[in-house]
T-cell receptor
Framework: GDSVTQMEGPVTLSEEAFLTINCTYTATGYPSLFWYVQYPGEGLQLLLKATKADDKGSNKGFEATYRKETTSFHLEKGSVQVSDSAVYFCALSDGRANSKLTFGKGITLSVRP | DAGVIQSPRHEVTEMGQEVTLRCKPISGHDYLFWYRQTMMRGLELLIYFNNNVPIDDSGMPEDRFSAKMPNASFSTLKIQPSEPRDSAVYFC?????????FGPGTRLTVL
């Protein structure tokens, strides 16, 4: 079945550092890929998405590129802020509207001032 | 829009008691999902509905869990009887396309 693998955490960075969070997936067909973020005490919210190979999703300074050849969707940000401290989840769906999501285990990011 | 609304936000109960979690999806969304989040297992999809009809309940852990959606604006997840291993954060999410919108969750503690 479909699966998502995220790098082990937690990750602690200083403010303005460069961020990379790795995500790889296993899926049949042409999945859609997502990054969700969960701030403390809140539900998950969509950060960005990509629906086909070579698409780049971007939002709030975060970017991720759908790499079919490496089955990856790594999240990057050039300069993190304290307010980016949260849990980040990589997820996939089978590409159809309203299909269920398969999530990675999530990784906690802490940004120090 | 108020977003997905869940109640209660926190629930503490004793083993053996019945627990009911409630969810109001975003108006106009025709899909509703229930998830459970724990440190050990991460996020698990329990069940999801389309137009109030359960589509896939393969993630429901056992017969103690049941979910209903009597109308487009309300769903419940019930655990009877509850056990300590049911302690988790339960999320409800709704969607009308590829993006799911999550509620704030209910933190359940079973003593």
């Amino acid at each position: 079945g479909d699966s998502v693998t995220q790098m082990e955490g937690p990750v602690t960075l200083s403010e303005e550092a460069f961020l990379t969070i790795n995500c790889t997936y296993t899926a049949t067909g042409y999945p859609s890929l997502f990054w969700y973020v969960q701030y403390p005490g809140e539900g998950l919210q969509l950060l960005l998405k990509a629906t086909k190979a070579d698409d780049k999703g971007s939002n709030k300074g975060f970017e991720a590129t759908y790499r079919k050849e490496t089955t990856s969707f790594h999240l990057e940000k050039g300069s993190v802020q304290v307010s980016d401290s949260a849990v980040y989840f990589c997820a996939l769906s089978d590409g159809r509207a309203n299909s269920k999501l398969t999530f990675g285990k999530g990784i906690t990011l802490s940004v120090r001032p | 829009d108020a977003g997905v609304i869940q109640s209660p936000r926190h629930e503490v109960t004793e083993m053996g008691q019945e627990v009911t979690l409630r969810c109001k999806p975003i108006s106009g969304h025709d899909y509703l999902f229930w998830y459970r989040q724990t440190m050990m297992r991460g996020l698990e999809l329990l069940i999801y509905f389309n137009n109030n009809v359960p589509i896939d309940d393969s993630g429901m852990p056992e017969d103690r869990f049941s979910a209903k959606m009597p109308n487009a604006s309300f769903s419940t997840l019930k655990i009877q009887p509850s056990e300590p291993r049911d302690s988790a954060v339960y999320f409800c999410a709704s969607s009308f396309s590829t993006v799911q919108f999550f509620g704030p969750g209910t933190r359940l503690t079973v003593l």
